[in-house]
């Protein structure tokens, strides 16, 4: 699936081949997934193989990529980038830091999840707008809210809720941008440009976000 629309040209976007779900990675990120199950084992060396591809292609220094205390991968510095995956596809996304200040990528596949998750998911404003759009992925929402997790964690440095912010989605653009809730307790910086956008395929659904500073920079053209 190519994934470019979704980010800028100098974000380097690596889908995980099949052999990257397979080939061990550096002893310390290894030591990171000792004891975990086999699939866990699997989509970890697939995300942390796709984000080496990536970095290696941005002339990144080769290196272990740990975690921080809330899961988030340590970048080399003055690197930014993002890893997901879901049972069957694995996608990491990197950069260097400068015009782009972060990144977030989600995949999910084209189901919609267990009503007792999703009725935590969707503000009011956005199950009204998920209803009027019966044919959108079920899954928009809480994909796009996955992939700006990813990419605010990094900046405002803790985990906030799914209804700390409602979307509002373009669907002729296939984009989305959103709006702190009454209930946000997170200060997003006001200074950083925020863009996301989603690409549909025939079994899975990718959404992507990134930062860059102020004004927009321009994305790869569908
Ligand atoms: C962190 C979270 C987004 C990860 O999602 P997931 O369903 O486990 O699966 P994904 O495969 O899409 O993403 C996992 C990857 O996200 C990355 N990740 C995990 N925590 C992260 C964080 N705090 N910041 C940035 N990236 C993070 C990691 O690379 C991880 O893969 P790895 O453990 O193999 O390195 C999710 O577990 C979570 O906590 N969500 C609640 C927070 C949220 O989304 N709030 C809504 C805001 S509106």
């Not at 796709?50 to 272990?64: M, R, S």
């Not at 879901?86 to 977030?104: F, R």
């Not at 809210?145 to 990813?150: A, H, R």
Request: hydrophobic share 35%.
């Amino acid at each position: 699936m190519d994934l470019s629309p979704l980010f800028p040209s100098n974000a380097v976007i690596v889908n995980a081949t099949d052999e990257m779900w397979e080939t061990p990675v550096h002893t310390e990120e290894e030591r990171l997934i000792q004891g975990s199950i086999k699939k866990r084992q699997r989509q970890f060396r697939a995300g942390r193989n796709a984000a080496h591809a990536a970095l290696e292609q941005l002339d990144a220094p080769d290196g272990p990529l740990l975690r921080g205390e809330d899961r988030q991968p340590i970048w080399p510095r003055g690197y930014v980038g993002s890893i997901s995956h879901c049972d069957d596809s694995c996608v990491a996304v990197c950069a260097v830091e400068g015009e782009i200040i972060s990144l977030g990528i989600d995949v999910e596949p084209l189901k919609p999840l267990k009503p007792k998750i999703a009725r935590y998911i969707d503000t009011e404003d956005e199950k009204t707008f998920m209803q009027r759009h019966q044919d959108l992925p079920r899954r928009l929402i809480f994909s796009a809210k996955e992939s700006l997790y990813k990419c605010y964690y990094p900046l405002v440095g803790r985990f906030f809720g799914f209804q700390s912010v409602t979307l509002d989605v373009d669907i002729s653009r296939q984009r989305f941008q959103f709006r702190p809730t009454a209930a946000c307790k997170i200060d997003f910086p006001h200074h950083l440009k925020f863009h996301g956008g989603y690409l549909i395929a025939e079994e899975h659904l990718y959404t992507g976000c990134f930062l860059t500073p102020g004004t927009p920079v321009a994305v790869q053209s569908r």
